[in-house]
């Protein structure tokens, strides 16, 4: 059946028009509350406002039943006889601008949204200051903003009206903070969230709006608290306890991460990308047996067991960063496996770590990170050629790729290799092209000379040395080259001249100066002498004196309080370096290995150390200390664990051998610590003192057990 020509709605609808006519025109659509009185809604007396409501009412129906044509005809016809309502003006805008979203063909869309605006001009024209046509007109300009910049602008000012006016209205303050986001004035966003907070606490997806803001405002410790608050309402919330424990990572609190990541409940806690997460928080805070355990089934499972194409670089500072891969590789197969290859490494699995380590670098000939790090474990595992040819190849192809920085980074590495093999003609001839620089190279250079300087000081060679040094610069050494060269100088047999070159550095003005001189002095084992220049330089105004410059001479000057039997000196110290920097953690070691020494504040001395640990797990000095304070505290198993741990982290330092003999004594295992003594013995040939200290313990195993 027709009616004028056009479709009719459904019964139901024709039921609905009946009904509302019957109970008076159009009176029953409109929100007094909303309305204020200076709009009239079209419900005036007349045949023609009755055609008008009744045109509008099938507008709405129509439009609800999805007969879009016939609706925007039913509006137009409302408009002939009722051109002074505002209400058909806006509803008319708002279908305009339903079908602009809709429309496939931009031309189409771009006539929708024309006409869209020319009506919701309209209903703002009759009405300016009613509430509801200033939220048509935010919708309709935010939609033709995507094809007109300036009419933001527009939607910005009628929203704010609006949120202004009626603060409660949640659905109105969602759109403006949406649109202050966009709009990237995050901390307005911020407070407009905060807002809906306060008015409704059940919206949550206002929380996270208002996370999103406080992030894009540069304000992540106010995100991690409304994340924390998300976590308690719902703890299930896995992308706000991932995006929290994130958070956390970023300020390198990594035991805040485990805690986080641990607490969420099943099903969430077997999430892989939670596991992933609490696999490097594991790591990071040296808990790495739990690293290992959560990592390995992620690598079993089928989408992350293929086999590596092209693996991220390691991370040479935390939190961990990732390369790119090669096409058709999983970036996140490959963090895993470069975790494990880590966490193995950090274990002192040398071998099975160079291992893996190999395969993934295979894929990546020219990552730096990664060929240092696999580089170093090859020299942990007793193959010094080995660990060379890594950094030689890298060397290579860097050259030929063009990455001049990144080259000269790897031949500084591959020399320091050498350096420690006791290749002494490998570490000149490698360093000869960054010897050959120039000044403005210095941050290059100059440790090349160092290091050159310390292989032929090694050799004995200190007339080679200062023809180095003087060779580097026509004018004034630079204060570390000048540091070297009073080295040199001493070592040479000419005290007088490095004493008086030292005092000269020492008495400059430059920070840096005085700071050389004092580690010269404590190379030197002059550490009485380094005493007064650090506590000189410490001295001096905070501006005079850098903060990574003066958390260094507060290391040193400890360590010479120390040395030198100052010893509550020296914990007061390193007590304030803490303060200053509580990641410090060489710092961290040294003051816990005192008290181990002493047997003194055990407890804090583990503390101290298992914090050195877990900033750097796969330090054996660290690890050394921490099987040493085990076995002070009687916990001999766990001395052990560490211990063998640390032998296989330092191969070649004796002290980490007589400790472990030490344990194994206590534990009856005298074979054993045989073993370690004479290990220890055989290390420590270059200081008899010590060896004959390392003797007796080895002779008195023969005497029954160690008292």
């Known amino acids: 059946m027709k009616m004028s020509g056009r479709p009719l709605p459904s019964f139901a609808s024709l039921l609905a028009v009946g009904l509302a006519l019957a109970a008076g025109p159009l009176a029953a659509l409109a929100n007094p509350a909303a309305a204020p009185a200076t709009v009239a809604p079209p419900s005036a007396s007349g045949a023609r406002a009755n055609a008008g409501d009744f045109e509008f009412l ?48 931009p031309s189409a869309q771009t006539s929708y949204l024309h006409k869209a605006v020319d009506e919701v001009g309209k209903a703002r024209q009759i009405a300016p200051h009613n509430l509801d046509v200033l939220r048509g007109v935010g919708m309709v300009y935010l939609e033709m903003a995507g094809q007109d910049a300036a009419a933001v602008h527009t939607a910005l000012e009628a929203l704010e009206t609006v949120y202004q006016s009626d603060p409660q209205d949640i659905q109105t303050a969602i759109n403006l903070g949406r649109l202050y986001l966009d709009q990237q004035q995050p901390a307005k966003a911020a407070a407009v969230f905060r807002e809906v907070i306060v008015q409704a606490p059940q919206q949550r997806a206002a929380y996270a709006l208002l996370v999103e803001a406080l992030l894009r405002d540069d304000q992540p410790k106010e995100a ?39 607490a969420a409940p099943e099903p969430g806690r077997g999430d892989a990308r939670l596991q992933r997460q609490l696999a490097w928080a594991y790591y990071l805070t040296g808990d790495v047996d739990h690293a290992l355990a959560t990592v390995e089934p992620l690598l079993e499972t089928p989408e992350t067991a293929a086999t590596p194409t092209s693996p991220p670089s390691p991370p040479a500072q935390r939190p ?19 975790l494990k290859g880590l966490a193995l490494a ?13 395969r993934l670098r295979a894929a990546r000939p020219t990552d730096l990170p990664l060929a240092a790090t696999l580089s170093k474990v090859q020299e942990r595992a007793g193959h010094p050629d080995e660990a060379a040819r890594v950094l030689a190849e890298i ?9 001049q920085d990144e080259e000269r980074q790897a031949r500084l590495e591959l020399a320091q290799v050498y350096y420690d093999a006791k290749q002494w003609d490998r570490v000149s001839e490698t360093l000869q092209p960054l010897l050959r620089l120039g000044p ?18 090694q050799r004995q060679s200190y007339d080679d040395a200062l023809k180095l040094l003087d060779k580097a610069q026509s004018g004034q050494l630079p204060p570390n080259l000048a540091a070297k060269r009073a080295e040199v100088l001493f070592r040479a047999g000419h005290a007088p001249e490095a004493a008086r070159r030292l005092e000269d550095l020492a008495a400059a003005k430059q920070p840096h100066a ?74 961290l070691n040294y003051l816990g290995y005192m008290f181990a020494e002493r047997g003194e504040n055990l407890d804090e001395a583990q503390k101290l150390i298992e914090r050195a640990v877990a900033l750097e797990p796969d330090n054996g000095a660290y690890v050394d200390s921490l099987g040493w304070v085990y076995y002070r505290r009687g ?19 004796g002290t980490v051998q007589e400790h472990l003999g030490d344990v194994y004594g206590a534990m009856g295992e005298r074979d054993r610590a045989g073993e370690a003594y004479r290990r220890a013995i055989e290390l420590e040939r270059g200081d008899p003192a010590k060896a004959e200290a390392v003797r007796r313990k080895l002779d008195s195993l023969a005497g029954g057990p160690r008292p």
Request: charged residues 25%.
């Open 58 to 105: 099938m507008a709405n129906l129509l439009a609800g039943d999805g007969m879009l044509p016939e609706a925007l005809s039913a509006f137009e016809e409302a408009e002939k006889a009722r051109p002074d309502s505002a209400y058909i003006h806006l509803e008319h805008a708002q279908l305009l601008a339903r079908l602009a979203q809709a429309a496939r063909q």
């Open 224 to 262: 991690e608290t409304v994340l924390a608050q998300i976590l308690g309402f719902e703890p299930a919330a896995l992308e706000a306890r991932l995006t929290l424990a994130e958070l956390q990572g970023r300020r390198n609190d990594y035991a805040a991460v485990v805690a986080t990541l641990s």
């Open 320 to 338: 961990p960063q990732q390369s790119p891969a090669a096409p058709g590789a999983d970036p996140e197969d490959l963090q895993l496996q470069l």
């Open 346 to 358: 950090a274990q002192g699995h040398n071998q099975e770590a160079a291992d893996l380590l190999a």
């Open 395 to 403: 060397d290579a192809g860097l050259a030929k790729a063009g990455k």
């Open 440 to 457: 403005k190279e210095e941050t290059v250079r100059e440790p090349a000379l160092l290091l050159a300087a310390d292989a032929l000081i």
């Open 514 to 587: 005085a700071l050389a001189a004092a580690e010269t002095y404590q190379r030197l084992d002059k550490y009485a002498e380094s005493i007064p220049v650090l506590e000189h330089l410490l001295g001096r105004a905070a501006t005079d004196l850098p903060a990574p410059s003066a958390k260094a001479a507060r290391f040193l000057l400890g360590a010479a309080y120390e040395r030198t039997g100052k010893r509550e000196q020296a914990v007061a110290e390193f007590r304030r370096l803490l303060g200053a920097d509580p990641e410090y953690h060489a710092a």
């Open 635 to 653: 916990r001999f198993e766990q001395a052990r664990a560490a211990l063998e741990r640390a032998t296989r982290l330092e191969v070649g330092d």
